[in-house]
T-cell receptor
Framework: EAAVTQSPRNKVAVTGGKVTLSCNQT?????MYWYRQDTGHGLRLIHY???????EKGDIPDGYKASRPSQENFSLILELATPSQTSVYFC?????????????FGPGTRLTVL | GDSVTQKQGQVTLSEDDFLFINCTYS??????LFWYVQYPGQGPQLLLK?????NKGISRGFEATYDKGTTSFHLQKASVQESDSAVYFC???????????FGKGTHLHVLP
């Protein structure tokens, strides 16, 4: 019973199209995060959230929006997808408090924008 | 700002070899440091954690020691196995913003 799940696991989109990546966590964590992983760049933070209704910009937010409608769900939205957004996207959750880095990651979504 | 540096992009070893992955960091606060491991096709998972209170973390045969003098947090293992093949990330808590800063990762390939 995976605690952080992501859907879809793979997605092919067209340039200019809208893409929504979904994340669900059953850890009851307050904090949730969206990262992208690219060769040579490691993990880069796109958006994060401290709880339902909140979203914060990470280090590379341009071209992305986020939505946190509930404690369990956190979505990443690409309104106008571009080929440069082709990547593997990871969602993570973590407790509020001192141990912010102890995050629990989902399995990832591989997005290809043609 | 805070940063983490992993200079080794890839390391190739044979089974039973000694593993050493370099990580250095920069921060103005007392750091909490982590090593995460990412196996093929999976998301990263926490391997071990070190704070200034304990200085050393040990997990699954891996060990990392925090050295304030050299601002290093190297990962070591005495004898690697093929199953240790993965990407290893050093990470630092950015205590000002309560975010995590990850290194670029080191891809470990262990030959049978």
């Amino acid at each position: 019973e995976a605690a952080v799940t992501q859907s879809p696991r793979n997605k092919v989109a067209v340039t200019g199209g809208k893409v929504t990546l979904s994340c669900n966590q059953t850890n009851n964590h307050n904090n949730m995060y969206w990262y992208r992983q690219d060769t040579g760049h490691g993990l880069r933070l796109i958006h994060y959230s401290y709880g339902a209704g909140s979203t914060e910009k990470g280090d590379i937010p341009d071209g992305y929006k986020a939505s946190r409608p509930s404690q369990e769900n956190f979505s990443l939205i690409l309104e106008l997808a571009t080929p440069s957004q082709t990547s593997v996207y990871f969602c993570a959750s973590g407790d509020a408090g001192r141990d912010y880095a102890e995050q629990f990651f989902g399995p990832g979504t591989r997005l290809t924008v043609l | 700002g805070d940063s983490v540096t992993q200079k080794q992009g890839q390391v190739t070893l044979s089974e039973d070899d000694f593993l050493f992955i370099n990580c250095t960091y920069s921060t103005t606060t007392y750091p909490t440091l982590f090593w995460y491991v990412q196996y093929p096709g999976q998301g990263p998972q926490l391997l071990l954690k070190v704070t200034t209170a304990n200085n050393k973390g040990i997990s699954r045969g891996f060990e990392a020691t925090y050295d304030k003098g050299t601002t290093s947090f190297h990962l070591q293992k005495a004898s690697v196995q093929e199953s240790d093949s993965a990407v290893y990330f050093c990470a630092l808590v950015d205590t000002n913003a309560y975010k995590v800063i990850f290194g670029k990762g080191t891809h470990l390939h262990v030959l049978p």
